[in-house]
């Protein structure tokens, strides 16, 4: 049976999986209910700055009859006072004290006011605390969460501040609503961080009403951005991951990442965990289910460790971070092709209609007769015509039927150089058509 | 969901016998069992789980296949039933956990039997042993009868420690699930694979031993600590009504048995077969007399359609398999020509006042005899009861109701505080059925278990109905 503990900058955790700071990670009945059935531990919802909510506080994408693939929020941070949250966060810390609890806070832009609540919050025994610089609604507009996370120099700045007074472990909490994530993350190390957590939700606007053309989700006739989070955001959320977890600042600081961003299962937290997450959060999920999910999340994780002969979690931790890459740096060599098992096929020829419509015309419609594997209802099979398959995958993506539709890899005697290396060796084939026509003829690709 | 299941054309010359006593409803590939899975809304206080005799936390294992988590899925079910591989095939799903699912009021119901056999299968195909032996409590148990209900509590004792030795008259494990089911619901080595399943546990099962014959309840009574009694039901009684021992006259559990142990091509079956009976043995006697080569199969019921005891779906399927029902027909002689079945004579019947159990009482039309030709009847028409076992048992002071063994619900403890019983020989009220007898089984390992080791026995142990709620 596999270990699931980790440690976390110091903070132990029974297993990986914590509650992320948000509606679930509200209050010491529900952290406890969490923590029954099988949390590590939790980042309590933020507290902070006074707040009034408002209503309605959630909207949702649901696609082809699946509910919430995505749903945003605009609720702020606890609307319950700080000395609540601090005497019920002792409660749960004195009840469970081998799970880690950690403490989400934010206040207006003042040392005193970071210093006092830092200070305030360490009685409680808490394992660490994790700073909101990611909120990117209500908040922002009064100059906290996303609004510091936004300026590299704030966070350094208000991170400075905490680690002042700070005895516990600080993890800074960081906005996806910025062109690069490398500044705040490397601020955040130069503040003297002691981990990470990524991602904060994403601004965005739900949808607009067709027939009263009020915007979701709905606030008295009004709408506004609102965070976005669910399984949508995940590839969003692995790709800012990976960029912060192989940053070379952050590589050398060595300060863990706990990630989250659309984690549903056990399989989407060993996602980012190969990417370079310690620990992972999750929220929407158990917006949707309840804190149930976590039974299996880590049954499936340690039946899929014992598998794959992983011991604990460092065994698998940041086992795929090295193939993240640039694309300067991919093999221009690398050649696939796109195989069709008509065997399997049952003729929808969507990855005709794909090829032919969008992308390079490489695959026909053959009456197989000759073959033999038709089922005599006259319709035409596809057949890959593979010298002119660029290997894009489309037609293997829109498949319907699983291993029908397999890209293969072949050898072609072409080099299996870069395009970094080709423009160090012979720039002039990366900057001029007619010379990069002539090395394409000269290594045999031809685009038809 | 594509619906697989074709309708068995009577075209005998273009399937082979096999292929007609394949499995009906094939297994899932990964797809289809995922897509089923990401229906299931995993709703709170499951309705479904709910209905499930051995309250099988369903919600949790369909979520484990949308997850990818099969192996923990498998684990999932067996840990509330052992025999969740035979349950997903021959479960009544439609009157229990899909029955009762949310989706049945306006979607279609999630298809929870053939997701539990998608995790069965897959456990099984990789040979996933999920449970073993519990530390030595140096208790000894005997349990009479290898079926569903012996067996469940051979391994749910088993897992705890207790030195379990199971006594089987057949030369295999696994009673009705064995012998009784129709091979295109279950293949014989499903059930086989849960005795092996349940051996491993180290269970000795000893076969072709008899109670009363090879061993007696006095020597089982002195040797061992518990004795769980779950013999079952017997034969199909007697039609009495002249001609009944003519040849072509079978016994309908013998009938279908023959098709598990026999090659299929070795099975005689009649040309026109007359079915009586209309329970859901009935109806598996029925279909294989058709997947088997019958030209004609008649099922006699001498009541109507509305008080069949068969489930709808399996009166259903019946249908589609060309089967024909003869309502309001009491069948009064079986008319032989040379010693062999020649025609079933009937009586018309009508409906009366209500009677004893609820139903309409069939009444004799007068003078409306009539003969089906026919050159093969068989009978199902319930089972006996063990009366040479209730005999003994009442030198131990072991009450019976109605000719079943009396046991207290809670523990199925027997008058007798060594011995307890389950399964179809304690069914006096409430359907017979594989799931039930494995419920019994896990409660009166649960009585045991807390009869010997005291009451000190953590809830956590007692996997039942009652300490889940």
Known sequence: ???????????????????????????????????????????????????????????????????????????????????????????????FPNNAVIVSVMVESKKEAWQEIIKRSEDTGCDGFELNFGCPHGMSERGMGSAMGQVPEYTCMVTEWVMEVATKPVIVKLTPNITDIGFPARSAIKGGASALSLINTINSIMGVDLDSFEIKPNVGGKGGHGGYAGPAVKPIALHLLSSVASDPEVLKSGVPISGMGGIETWRDAVEFMLLGSTSVQVCTAVMHWGFRIVEDMIDGMSNWMDERGFKTCNDFIGKSLPRISNFGDFDLGFQ????????????????????????????????????????GNGRMFPVVREKDCVGCDLCSVVCPV???????????????????????????????????????DEVGIHIH | MAEHYKPFKYMPWEMSLEERFQEYHPAYSERE????????????????????????????????????????????????????????????????????????????????????????????????????????????????????AGLSCSGELAKRG??????????????????????????????????????????????????????????????????????????????????????????????????????????????????????????????????????????????????MPAYHFEYQFALKEGVSFMFLTQPVEVIGEGGKVKALKCRRMDLGEPDASGRRAPVEVPGSDFEIPC???????????????????????????????????????????????????????????????????????NGIHRALCGEGVKAELLPTHASKR
Request: hydrophobic share 35%; with cysteine; proline share 4%.
């Open chain 2, 375 to 445: 050159d093969m009847v068989i009978t199902a028409i319930g089972q006996k009861k063990h009366s040479h076992i209730t005999e003994k048992l009442a030198k131990f002071g072991i009450k019976t109701v109605k000719g079943y063994i009396a046991v207290d619900e809670k523990t199925n403890r027997t008058d007798h505080p060594k011995i307890y019983a389950g399964g179809d020989c304690v069914r006096s009220h409430g359907e017979a059925s594989t799931v039930m007898a494995v419920e019994d089984g896990k409660i009166a390992a």
């Open chain 2, 162 to 307: 207790f030195d379990v030795t199971c006594f089987e008259k057949r030369e295999w494990g696994g009673g009705l699930d064995t012998y009784g089911i129709v091979v295109f619901r279950e293949p014989v080595e499903v059930s086989l694979n849960e005795v092996k399943m349940i051996e491993k546990l180290g269970v000795t099962i000893k076969t072709n031993v008899e109670i009363g014959k090879d061993i007696t309840f006095e020597q089982l009574v002195d040797e061992f600590d518990a004795v769980f009694v779950s013999v079952g039901l017997g034969a199909v009684p007697e039609m009495q009504i002249p001609g009944e021992d003519l040849e072509g006259v079978l016994d309908g559990l013998e009938f279908i048995e023959e098709t598990k142990v026999r090659p299929l091509n070795d099975i005689k079956y009649g040309d026109r077969v007359c079915v009586i009976g209309a329970g859901n043995t009935g109806i598996d006697c029925a279909t294989i007399a058709r997947r088997l080569g019958s030209e004609r199969v008649n099922m006699i019921y001498r009541r109507s359609e509305a008080e």
């Open chain 1, 336 to 375: 696939t092709v796109a195989r069709i098992n008509h065997d399997k096929c049952i003729q929808c020829n969507l990855c005709y209609i794909a090829c032919n419509d969008a992308a390079h015309q490489c695959i026909d419609l053959h009456d197989m007769k000759l073959k033999d594997v038709g089922n």
């Open chain 1, 402 to 440: 699983d291993d029908c539709i397999s890209m293969v890899e072949i050898e072609t005697g072409r080099p299996h150089t870069t395009w970094n290396e080709l423009s160090k060796k012979r720039p002039e084939i990366t900057q001029e058509w007619d010379k990069m026509e002539a090395y394409r």
């Open chain 2, 33 to 148: 069992a995922v897509v089923e899975a990401n229906r299931c809304l995993f709703c709170h206080d499951a309705p479904c789980m709910v209905a499930c005799p051995t309250t099988i936390d369903i919600p949790t294992f369909i979520r484990k296949i949308s997850t990818g988590n099969v192996k923990g899925s498998a684990r999932t079910i067996l840990e509330s039933n052992l025999l969740g591989a035979t349950c997903s095939r021959v479960c009544p799903v439609e009157v229990l956990c899909e029955g009762d699912c949310v989706l049945a009021h306006d979607h279609k119901p999630i298809a929870i039997g053939r997701l539990q056999r998608y995790a069965m299968d897959y456990a099984a195909e990789r040979n996933i042993e999920f449970f073993q032996k519990g530390e030595p409590n140096g208790f000894k148990v005997a349990v009479v009868g290898a079926g569903p």
């Open chain 1, 1 to 95: 049976m596999a270990n699931l503990e980790i440690d976390f900058c110091g903070i132990k955790s029974p297993n990986p999986f914590w509650l992320a700071s948000a509606p679930p990670a509200n209050s010491g009945y529900q952290v406890q209910k969490a923590f029954e059935q099988g949390w590590g531990g939790a980042v309590w919802k933020t507290i902070g700055a006074p707040v009034m909510n408002v209503c309605n506080r959630y909207g949702t994408i649901d696609y082809k009859g699946s509910k919430i693939i995505g749903l945003n929020n605009v609720e702020l941070i606890s609307d319950r006072p700080v000395d609540v949250n601090l005497r019920e966060i002792a409660e749960v810390k004195r009840n």
